[in-house]
Nanobody, 124 residues
Framework: QVQLVESGGGLAQAGGSQRLSCVRA????????MGWFRQAPGKEREFVAA???????EYADSVKGRFTISRDNAKKTVYLQMNSLKPEDTAVYYC??????????????????WGQGTQVTVSS
């Protein structure tokens, strides 16, 4: 059984920074790719960023240039560094792992495992 455990959320001010972490527990293998999604109240879950096993990455236009996704395969951990935060970044952030195939994807249904989510709140 694979478990993804997120940490690092909380309250931030607009213009500030936060770093989210997601640790993969359980099976020893690293995921082929991992992603971050977010869901604001009343909205659908949306793609934020994804990273492949060899650290190729993709970002949603809304976070490009402000957020950086990275991974440490030895630690089975993926990070999301969030800079220049905006109130519209407020959401529950979810980590996701994709084992079924290589390649990056922004589609939530292409991921196999999900974390429990961590709240990020950005005040103006």
């Amino acid at each position: 059984q694979v478990q993804l455990v997120e940490s690092g959320g909380g309250l931030a001010q607009a213009g500030g920074s936060q770093r989210l972490s997601c640790v993969r527990a359980g099976r020893a293998l690293s995921s082929k790719s991992m992603g971050w999604f977010r869901q604001a109240p009343g909205k659908e879950r949306e793609f934020v960023a994804a990273i492949s096993w060899n650290s190729n990455s993709e970002y949603a236009d809304s976070v490009k240039g402000r957020f950086t996704i990275s991974r440490d395969n030895a630690k089975k951990t993926v990070y999301l560094q969030m800079n220049s935060l905006k109130p519209e970044d407020t959401a529950v952030y979810y980590c996701a792992a994709r084992d079924r195939a290589y390649g990056l994807t922004f589609r939530p249904d292409e991921y196999d495992y999900w974390g429990q989510g961590t709240q990020v709140t950005v005040s103006s």
